[in-house]
């Protein structure tokens, strides 16, 4: 999956690629992919769809 790396400053595909749930407003649970940079090796998030 492809997320933006803050200290590259660029889009690129995530390592270690794992989908998490978080908190959102109103306590409903929201999807995202966790992982990390290719690159530099530092943490990259991506939130994906409301679960339904």
């Given amino acids: 999956m492809e997320a933006y790396c803050v200290k590259c400053k ?8 794992a989908e998490v749930e978080m908190n959102g407003k109103g306590g409903v649970k929201r999807k995202a992919m966790k992982g ?3 690159t530099c090796g530092t943490s990259m998030f991506r939130i994906l769809g409301k679960v339904q």
């Fill in 36 to 38: 990390k940079c290719p």
């Fill in 10 to 17: 660029a889009k690129k595909e995530m390592n270690e690629a």
